[in-house]
């Protein structure tokens, strides 16, 4: 160590602030160095002299001070206050075990959540494709272009809009469709029970009173599934019947003619496409005109629902031209048909009012007619036993 | 500091006994007034209060409460009309006596009236050269020799260099070695 250097640490030697070899160095400078040695031996000969004595604080001080912090902690501004919280809670913050426990939490939560999510997935196999066809139809004219018939209401088994023409519950019973075709097939059911319910709206005038708040199962028009949402194969059958629900629009919409001939163009090998030709004949024409299809359609669907039906209604169109026995014919025919057999009774009861009243009036129609009397069915083939 | 931060309040008083003396000390041969010195501290200790939240532990405590304590000697100086010329002869306000004097610290146990006598005169000298001395040099210098801070927390109380602290430190004894020469050889004997 030479001069300068030791200048340079001599302050920190004086104070004992050297580490031991520095301390050493300096020791060997100042006994070879007399310069240096003069030097350091008078600053340490007035740092002895320079010794101040220490002095004790008043005794009151410390007090005095406890005080006066206590006072300032009790007024100290919401801001300092506010600052202090903040320090507090930052001081903790910062802490390592705040930390691992904010892991932990943070660790839990993700875990408590991704299990949620897995334990709430259905299994694959319970998965339901939905797909939407279609557009949403448009609203029925019905209401204002039908004004004394509106079959949707009057018949609350009506077919609509997007329904099956023929109900074939195999058909019906897709498998990759099960709910929608399961749904055609009760609704399909209901109408064939409510018809013959429905049908005793009928007065004089034939069918034109509708009956909405009789519990019947009335579907408006515009309800029908062209917007609804169907599984694909139902969609299919739909598009397939197509030809139906256009002929029935044209009924909705009091285009009976047209209608008469969409459905007539149906008619072969489909009873319930021909028993809306009937309807269709009966709401343009009249029931004189409708009558012989009406009988027509209960010999081809002997046994079945629309041969039902079309009895029941040719029966009522008969008893609207006067026609009493005809259709007293028909509807005692329906005595023995379960479905049909309440609604016939009642129409029996009406018929055996208004008998005695157009009884003399009904007489000649009736031997005009040369099918007066006779059911449908008993023009059936010979080997073959009427129905009703 | 980190309980009284956290609210424990017994962690202040700890604080207060184990500062208050060296602070005290500081601040009366600073401003040579017991009274002022009095002031300077418990207003140093209530600052901590007020700004406790605002600590930080990057540096120790001693060290903030220093500098609080620094300043607050800077502030009354300066307001202080009056430069500071004490008396030899006048009685030092707030300065009680008590402690060993350099005779008690220097000599031998044998009571001696003559160098009891020269001990005080030593004494009164020594504070009125400290007294002459420049703040910057002052300051230093009572940091070092009453408070007994190192080097190193000087600069940063006083928020100079570390070699600025010992050029100061130096030149501090200098002047007072020029101050009290005629006692250099008193005290080279007492070696």
């Known amino acids: ?388 | 500091m980190i309980r009284f931060q956290s609210g424990d309040r017994s962690a202040f008083a700890v604080l207060l006994r184990r500062h208050q003396a060296p602070l005290y000390n500081f601040a009366l041969r600073h401003l040579g007034n017991g009274h002022t010195a009095e002031e300077i501290v418990q207003d140093a200790f209530v600052r901590v209060v007020q700004s406790a939240a605002e600590f930080k532990h990057e540096a120790r405590f001693s060290t903030w409460v220093y500098t609080i304590a620094r300043n607050l000697c800077i502030d009354h100086l300066r307001k202080s009309a009056l430069r500071r010329h004490p008396s030899l002869d006048a009685p030092r306000q707030g300065e009680t006596g008590a402690g060993p004097t350099l005779g008690e610290q220097t000599a031998d146990a044998r009571p001696d009236v003559e160098r009891a006598a020269a001990a005080g005169e030593i004494r009164e000298q020594v504070l009125a050269a400290i007294a002459e001395l420049p703040d910057e040099q002052r300051e230093v210098f009572l940091m070092r020799e009453v408070s007994n801070l190192p080097f190193k927390e000087i600069s940063r109380i006083v928020g100079v260099p570390e070699n600025t602290v010992k050029s100061r430190m130096r030149y501090a004894l200098e002047r007072l070695q020029e101050e009290l020469s005629d006692f250099e050889e008193y005290a080279r004997a007492l070696r």
């Open chain 1, 1 to 388: 160590m030479d001069c300068e250097k030791f200048e340079a640490t001599m302050m920190d030697e004086l104070y004992g602030e050297l580490d031991e070899v520095t301390t050493a160095a300096a020791a060997r400078h100042v006994a070879g160095c007399a310069r240096c040695a003069a030097l350091f031996g008078g600053l340490r000969a007035t740092r002895r002299v320079a010794a101040i004595p220490h002095v004790d604080p008043p005794a009151g001080l410390e007090e005095r001070i406890l005080r006066a912090a206590g006072q300032v902690t009790t007024t100290m501004p919401l801001g300092r206050r506010v600052a202090r919280s903040i320090s507090i809670a930052g001081d903790w913050a910062m802490r390592p075990q705040t930390a691992m426990a904010a892991v932990f939490m943070v660790m839990l939560g993700t875990s408590m959540l991704l299990l949620r999510g897995r334990s709430s997935r259905a299994p694959a196999s319970a998965e339901i494709r939905v797909t939407e066809q279609g557009t949403p139809a448009p609203a029925a004219p019905a209401a204002s272009a039908a004004p004394q018939f509106k079959p949707a209401e009057v018949y609350p088994g009506a077919p609509v809009a997007g329904a099956r023409r023929s109900v074939e519950p195999k058909a019906l019973a897709a498998p990759a469709a099960p709910s929608q075709p399961a749904m055609d097939t009760a609704d399909d059911t209901r109408r064939r029970s409510a018809a013959s319910s429905q049908m005793a709206t009928s007065d004089e005038d034939g069918l034109a009173e509708p009956k909405a708040a009789s519990g019947a199962f009335a579907v408006a028009p515009q309800s029908a599934g062209a917007g609804a949402w169907r599984p694909a194969a139902a969609v299919a059958e739909a598009e397939a019947v197509a030809p139906f629900d256009s002929a029935l629009r044209l009924y909705q919409s009091a285009r009976y003619d047209a209608a008469a001939h969409a459905f007539d163009a149906l008619s072969p090998g489909d009873p319930n496409a021909d028993l809306w030709t009937a309807r269709a004949l009966r709401e343009g024409k009249g029931c004189r005109s409708a009558v012989a299809r009406f009988d027509k359609v209960a010999h081809r669907a002997a046994g079945a629902s629309p041969g039902w039906d079309a009895l029941l209604e040719g029966a009522l169109c008969y008893r609207s031209t006067g026609d009493f026995g005809n259709a007293r014919v028909r509807l005692n025919a329906l005595l023995s048909v379960d479905s049909h057999k309440d609604r016939a009774r009642a129409e029996l009861d009406r018929l055996s009012q208004m008998q005695p009243q157009a009884g003399v009036a009904a007489a000649p129609a009736a031997k005009a007619s040369p099918r007066a009397a006779s059911p449908p069915a008993a023009a059936a083939p010979a080997g073959g036993a009427p129905p009703y």
